[in-house]
Every structure is written in structure tokens, then in C-alpha cells.
């Protein structure tokens, strides 16, 4: 993995974390779940929960990588197919991202470690929504002249799920500190979310 990892165009994969990052720090349910779990149980079960989500990433990046070098050993051309409906999937999140209000639902987290782990582990890996992003994404930055294109997917996706799994902790950690003062600050989070995903999609088409 390492040599792979080296093998790697800088700015391709510095453009992938930024990419990850963009959806990482997104106020989606992940991070909500996180936040309220902070905001409830401190911020040690804030920081469980987002270590519960990592493990539900890992999951999904699992079951990416199977299933995409499967789909691109019989089909070579699903690749040019995954960029362009990534890049529509990039825009709808976008709109969704704009419009939401960042509110955080009234006994949405977890109040006590174990419970932060299990709820955050079950909350990502039976979201459809994290696996959507991982097909939509993680594709536009492999290359089969690198190497087989699921151990491309799964150093991307291990790389994207350590990065998910730190800024989720954090967003825990954090809300047990600043509690609901972190909350109020949601929505404008979105909106810039929103910006990132919009000008990522385009980028994607642009290639």
C-alpha cells in the first residue's frame, strides 16, 4: 500500500483529501449525531461517537471496493459513467447542503460511551448515503495503470475514513465543551459546505 500511496500524482491526491474533507466537515447526520452526543454526554462520549462512525466508514469503503472491481471488470467503461453521476451527486448535495438549517434534533445523540460507539457504528453503516458518496467519489481518483483498482479504493477510502473519523471526534469533542453555542454555528457551516461541493463537482466534469 505504501508504494501505491508514493505512486500516486500529488496534486490528485491532495485534491482527493481536500474533496474528503469537504464532506467531512459538512453538517450531515454523522456530525449531527456526533454534536448531540457531545452536547448530551460530554465530551468523551462525543468523541466515542465519531470513533463509531469511523468504524461504520470502513464498512462502506469494504463493501466499495468489492463491489466496484467487480462492476469494472465486466464493464472497463463504468468508470466514465461513475465520474459524471459523481458530479451530479456532488450537486446534489450541494442543494441539499444550501438548503439546510443545521438544527440539531432534541435527544438525537448518545448519553452514555458504549451507546456513543454502537449508535454511531449502526448510524453510518446502515445510511445509504455515505456508500452513495464513496461510489460517487472515490472512483474519479483511481487510475488502472496504477495498480487494481480496488486496492486504490481501499487506500482512498482508508485514508478518507481516518480523516471522517478525526474531524467527527472532533466535532464530539468540541460540542462537549462549547455545547450548544456549537450548534447555533451549523447552518453557516452548510452554506459553506455547499460552495466546496458545488465548485468539486464542477471540477470533476472539467477533467
Not at 454502537?118 to 495498480?147: E, W
Not at 468539486?200 to 477533467?207: K, V
Amino acid at each position: 500500500m505504501l508504494h501505491l500511496l508514493m505512486s500516486f500524482p500529488h496534486d490528485r491526491l491532495l485534491t482527493f483529501i481536500a474533496g474528503g474533507l469537504v464532506l467531512n466537515f459538512a453538517p450531515g447526520a454523522d456530525v449531527i449525531f456526533a454534536t448531540a452526543s457531545g452536547i448530551r454526554g460530554g465530551p468523551k462520549v462525543g468523541a466515542l461517537a465519531g470513533l463509531g462512525v469511523g468504524f461504520g466508514a470502513c464498512w462502506h469503503v469494504t463493501l466499495a471496493a468489492l463491489g466496484l472491481s467487480a462492476m469494472i471488470a465486466a464493464w472497463p467503461e463504468a468508470l466514465v459513467v461513475i465520474r459524471y453521476a459523481g458530479a451530479a451527486y456532488l450537486l446534489v448535495l450541494a442543494w441539499k447542503s444550501w438548503r439546510a438549517n443545521g438544527t440539531l434534533p432534541e435527544g438525537r445523540g448518545a448519553g452514555s460511551r458504549w451507546a456513543a460507539v454502537r449508535r454511531g457504528f449502526l448510524s453510518n453503516a446502515l445510511n445509504p448515503k455515505p456508500v452513495l458518496f464513496i461510489l460517487a467519489f472515490l472512483p474519479q481518483f483511481t487510475d488502472p495503470h496504477l495498480g487494481p483498482i480496488w486496492q486504490q479504493v481501499v487506500l482512498l477510502g482508508g485514508i478518507f475514513a481516518f480523516t471522517g473519523t478525526i474531524v467527527t471526534m472532533g466535532y464530539g469533542i468540541l460540542a462537549g465543551y462549547v455545547r450548544h453555542a456549537l450548534g447555533r454555528r451549523m447552518e453557516a457551516l452548510n452554506k459553506v459546505a455547499a460552495v466546496m461541493f458545488g465548485g468539486l463537482a464542477l471540477r470533476l466534469i472539467a477533467d
